[in-house]
């Protein structure tokens, strides 16, 4: 194991847990300490199943420290990067409010710190490439938002943007990040946006992928069809296939091992993607129209630099709408990566990463 590497399923219960199990008592105790140690042990095995309940959490999938390294080994080489040593991410766990995040912290702290916030349905990992080729010049923190990867899920089904910003305040309050650069993309960008429009003072810049307060409709919805599939899925090749249809760009071997961040497996040998489905419910996709289209009133008061980010293929974000979108921040400008749909992180990582470079200096 890397060093400060913990394992994805921490605090998920095992399937033999027994919560009345005898508590290991290795001095003389009162009958009362006792019992209050059986208790508090008692009141922890339910807390953790709770948690595991409205995390959807059976059989949590992940590679090891050797597999994860020659994952991205190999993904490095496919992409186009050529580094001396792969390095590995501390994965930690942190509370905010009701709720605990998982995240991703790849090291070079002390240096300026990026926070990156996936799209929908996505997990941390989708920046592993990104996180990697930049640790040499930034601390860069990948967060897993609520409902996604292993981060809790909502009990609420509160996925509103305005409750995600304040996920992105309260995480960056906890870490000490008094200004920081964000970059998001989709679902990520926005929450970027709602988070920079309400604290325009915590910002050193902004980068926006894909994605802007205006969604084209047809792409969008050809996302919402996907990620409101088939819930689960019986065999992996299932899910590889369905994936490799709705992006073709991926390479099928790697797209087997990245899944395993993304998968947990059922007792019956079935697969389930680790988000929550509620999230998608076309109730809560009009809402958060509705909160997008909100945002572009606030698009003045961010002084920041503003880099809006588009894949040249994309569906979902038109040359027009990022050349818009750039024009009405105070300081905006924006590139379009070739070879890149909406997922601009993995279909062309390379390109964006040297964007992100020249746009941060």
Known sequence: MAAGWKPKNQWVPAASHDENADVPITKPATAARANGAVQRVRAKARETRRRARLMGVSRIMTLSAEEYRDHLATTAVRAGFSFGEVALPSERILEVGDLRFRYLDWGSEGLRPILFLHGGALTAHTWDLCCL?????????????????????????????????????????????DRFVLVGQSMGAI???????AHPERLSALVMIDAGPEVRRRGSHRIRDFVNGSAKSETLDEIIARALTFNPRRDPQILRRSLMHNLRQEPDGSWRWKYDRRRFQRLDQERQLAERRGLADGLAGVTCPVLVVRGADSDVFHEEDAIRLAQNFPDGRHVTIPEA???VQGDNPKELVAALREFLG
Request: net charge negative; hydrophobic share 40%; proline share 2%.
């Open 191 to 197: 929450n970027g946006l709602a988070f920079a429009v």
């Open 133 to 177: 080729a930049l640790r040499d010049g930034f601390h860069c923190l990948a967060l897993d938002q609520r409902g996604h990867g292993d981060s809790d899920w909502a009990p609420d089904a509160d996925y509103s943007i305005g409750a995600q910003r304040e996920d992105v305040r309260g995480f960056a309050d906890r870490l000490g990040l």
């Open 341 to 343: 749909g909406h997922t």
